[in-house]
C-alpha cells in the first residue's frame, strides 16, 4: 500500500507509520482536532502598553492555572494518581517565576506584546527541550507546547471547543494532558497525533486510560479528513486511512480476539505463577519511571526486579536532592509491598549525559566512563543516592542493584560508602532501615565468569543480557550493522547464563534475569531448563511472560536445554529454540 496525498482520488487504504504509545485497536470516525491559528504575529507596542500587556500575560497564566487545576479537581478516581500529577507537573511550570519571568521581559525589553512574547519564549524552550539527547527530556517538551497553547487561547480568545459529540477517533497535532482527561470522558475511540513519543505524557496517560493510540505520526493531521473512516493500530504504532471493506473486516477481527485474549491474559496474571510440574516462578517488573507504577497491580507483577533511576538524574539541571530522591523510592516500595523492589544505582555514562556534569568526550563509550564507575568516582553524589534508598526502605523491601560490576573491588568500595552513608544518617538523626540486600547486576563477562566468587559477597544477582551479550560477543547493542552477530542464542552467551544461575544457586542467593531475554518466548524454555526462576520484564509483558511460563513444564525445559547445550552454532541453537517455541509455545500467545 503506497502512501498518497489527502484529498486525492485514490486516497484508499493510506498507511501511515507512527509510533506505538498504547496498545489496542480502534475502527471508527476520524474527530480532526486542530486547534485555530496559534502562531501570532509579531505586534510592537508602545512603552506606555507594557504594564497592561504584563498584566494581560498574568492574567492568562492565571486562567490557565485554573483551567488545569479544574481539570485536575474533574478527575474521576478511576484515572489513578498519574493523570492528576501529570496536571501537578504542569500548575508547577505554571508557578516557575524565572520562566515567566523571561516573558515579561521579553515584553519590558523587546516591546512586543504579550501574545507574540509568549510565542517566543515558549517556543525556544520547546526547541531546547526537543534538542536534548535524552528521550525523555525531549518528551518533556510537550508539557512546554500544550502550556503555550492554553495561554495563547486566553490571549488571542476563542478557546477550541472540545466536543467530540459522538465515538471517535481523534486526530490532532498533540493532546495536551489536560484535553485529554476532557476528551476521554467523551469516549474517544483511540488517539493519533502528529508529534510526540513513548514516553510523552499524552502516550502515558493513553496507555493509563487504555485509549489505544498511536503518535509521532508526522503529518497526520494533513492526510485524514474529518469524518473519514480510519483504522488505528497501538500494537503496530500505524494508522490506515479510508481502509477498503475486506481491511476494516479483518481489523474487527482482530480486534475482537485480542480484546478476548488480553482479558483473559490479565485475568490469569492474578494466579500464582506455577510451571506445569508445579515449580514456582516470579515474574517482576522493569520500570524506569514513576508514572508506570500504576499498571503493576493490574498485571499483578511479582514486585519491581529493576528501577532504572537515571530518568530521575538526567531530566534535570541538578542532582535531585536526597529528600526527593526519597520520595520516589518510598513511594515505589510502598506500592510494591511486601513484594522486593529492586532499585538501581545510577547507569549514566555510555550514551546517556547528566547536565550537570561536565564530561570528556570517550572514544569507547559503553567501555569507559559508565554506570558504577562513574559513581564511584563521585562518592559525593553516590551517598546521596544510597542514604536516599536506605530512608526510603521502610517496608524494607528497597534491594540494592549495582550496575556494571566488572570486579570485587567494585563491590567492597560500595560496602564500605553504605557503612558510610549509615553513618551519616545517624548523625543527622535522620530515621533509616539498614536492613538492606545488595546485589549486583551480572552483564560484564568477568562478573559472570566470577559468578562462585561474587554470590558470596551480595545478596542477589540480576542477570543484564542486554549487555552481556554486548561485552561477550564484542558486538555494539545499538550499532545496526552488526545487529546480526548480537544474539543470546549464542552458546557463549547460554553457558554464562547457566554458570551464574548455578553459582548463585550453590550460594543459596536469588538469580533474576532483567534483560530483554527474559520476556521472549523462544528464550523462556531455555531460562527455565537452565535453573531461572525469577524473570523481571516491562510490565505490559508480564501476562504473557506468565502464561508461557505456566504452560511449560521445568522437566521438559531441562531436557531443551541439555539438548540445545551441545549445538555448537548460534544458528542451529536458535533453530531449536523457534522450533521448540512453534510446538509449544505460539499457539498460546499469538493472536491472528
Ligand atoms: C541489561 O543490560 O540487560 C539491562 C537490563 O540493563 P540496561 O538495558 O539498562 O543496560
Ligand atoms: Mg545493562
Not at 76 to 81: C, R
Given at each position: 500500500m503506497k502512501k498518497k496525498a489527502k484529498?486525492?482520488?485514490?486516497?484508499?487504504?493510506l498507511v501511515l507509520q507512527g509510533?506505538?504509545?498504547?496498545p489496542g485497536i480502534a475502527v471508527g470516525q476520524a474527530f480532526l482536532y486542530v486547534e485555530h491559528d496559534l502562531e501570532p504575529e509579531p505586534r510592537v507596542i508602545q512603552p506606555s502598553e507594557v504594564d497592561s500587556e504584563i498584566q494581560r500575560f498574568r492574567e492568562s497564566v492565571e486562567r490557565a492555572s485554573q483551567y488545569l487545576k479544574s481539570s485536575k479537581e474533574q478527575l474521576?478516581?478511576?484515572?489513578?494518581?498519574d493523570v492528576g500529577k501529570i496536571l501537578s507537573i504542569q500548575l508547577d511550570l505554571l508557578q516557575d517565576e524565572f520562566f515567566l519571568a523571561e516573558v515579561e521581559n521579553t515584553i519590558r525589553?523587546?516591546?512586543?506584546d504579550a501574545a507574540y512574547a509568549t510565542f517566543v519564549v515558549f517556543k525556544k524552550k520547546k526547541e531546547k527541550l526537543l534538542a536534548a539527547e535524552n528521550e525523555y527530556l525531549r518528551d518533556r517538551a510537550f508539557d512546554i507546547h500544550a502550556l503555550k497553547k492554553l495561554i495563547l487561547k486566553n490571549l488571542m480568545g476563542?478557546?477550541?471547543?472540545?466536543?467530540?459529540?459522538?465515538p471517535a477517533i481523534v486526530v490532532a497535532e498533540e493532546i495536551g494532558p489536560a484535553d485529554m482527561v476532557r476528551l476521554h470522558r467523551q469516549s474517544i475511540l483511540g488517539l493519533a497525533t502528529n508529534t510526540g513519543g513513548r514516553t510523552s505524557h499524552t502516550a502515558i496517560i493513553a496507555r493509563s486510560l487504555s485509549v489505544p493510540a498511536v503518535v509521532g505520526l508526522g503529518n497526520v493531521t494533513e492526510k485524514v479528513e474529518n469524518g473519514e473512516l480510519i483504522v488505528l493500530d497501538g500494537y503496530e504504532g500505524c494508522l490506515i486511512v479510508d481502509p477498503e471493506p475486506q481491511v476494516v473486516r479483518r481489523f474487527r477481527e482482530r480486534k475482537k480476539k485480542l480484546v478476548v485474549y488480553e482479558k483473559k491474559l490479565r485475568e490469569e496474571s492474578r494466579l500464582e505463577t506455577r510451571t506445569r510440574d508445579g515449580v514456582p516462578v516470579q515474574v517482576a517488573a522493569n520500570i524506569?519511571?514513576?508514572?508506570?507504577?500504576?499498571?503493576l497491580k493490574e498485571v499483578f507483577a511479582?514486585?519491581?526486579?529493576?528501577?532504572?533511576?537515571?530518568g530521575i538524574f538526567l531530566n534535570r539541571d541538578s542532582l535531585p536532592t536526597e529528600d526527593e530522591q526519597t520520595r520516589v523510592y518510598r513511594e515505589v516500595a510502598r506500592m510494591v509491598a511486601p513484594n522486593p523492589c529492586t532499585i538501581r544505582t545510577i547507569d549514566v555514562g555510555g550514551d546517556k549525559v547528566l547536565r550537570w556534569l561536565v564530561y570528556t568526550e570517550e572514544r569507547n563509550p559503553f567501555l569507559g566512563w559508565r554506570a558504577i564507575r562513574f559513581w564511584l568516582d563521585h562518592p559525593q553524589y553516590f551517598l546521596v543516592q544510597l542514604k536516599a534508598m536506605l530512608r526510603a526502605n521502610e517496608p524494607g523491601n528497597i534491594r540494592i542493584l549495582l550496575p556494571?560490576?566488572?570486579?570485587l573491588e567494585e563491590v567492597y568500595k560500595v560496602q564500605e560508602l553504605l557503612a558510610e552513608a549509615q553513618r551519616q544518617l545517624r548523625e543527622e538523626g535522620k530515621p533509616f532501615n539498614p536492613e538492606i540486600s545488595l546485589g549486583i547486576m551480572v552483564e560484564i563477562p568477568s562478573t559472570a565468569i566470577l559468578a562462585d566468587l561474587f554470590a558470596r559477597e551480595v545478596d542477589f544477582f540480576s542477570i543484564g543480557t542486554n549487555d552481556l551479550v554486548q561485552y561477550t560477543l564484542a558486538?555494539?547493542?545499538?550499532?545496526e550493522k552488526v545487529a546480526r552477530l548480537y544474539?543470546?542464542?549464542h552458546p557463549a552467551v547460554l553457558r554464562l547464563v547457566e554458570q551464574v544461575i548455578h553459582a548463585g544457586k550453590r550460594q543459596g542467593i536469588e538469580v533474576s534475569m532483567c534483560g530483554e531475554m527474559a520476556a521472549d518466548g523462544r528464550a523462556i524454555p531455555l531460562l527455565l531448563g537452565a535453573g531461572l526462576r525469577h524473570f523481571s520484564c516491562a510490565s505490559a509483558l508480564i501476562p504473557e511472560v506468565k502464561k508461557i511460563i505456566r504452560n511449560l513444564s521445568v522437566a521438559e525445559c531441562r531436557e531443551l536445554f541439555e539438548r540445545l547445550k551441545g549445538l555448537k552454532t548460534t544458528q542451529e541453537i536458535r533453530e531449536a529454540a523457534e522450533a521448540f517455541y512453534r510446538q509449544k509455545v505460539a499457539a498460546l500467545v499469538e493472536v491472528t
Open positions: 484529498g486525492s482520488p485514490a486516497h484508499r487504504n509510533i506505538a504509545a498504547s474521576p478516581p478511576s484515572y489513578g494518581k525589553q523587546e516591546k512586543l476563542e478557546p477550541a471547543p472540545l466536543e467530540v459529540g459522538h524506569e519511571f514513576e508514572e508506570e507504577l500504576g499498571s511479582d514486585g519491581v526486579g529493576l528501577f532504572r533511576t537515571e556494571m560490576i566488572s570486579g558486538v555494539d547493542r545499538g550499532n544474539s543470546y542464542f
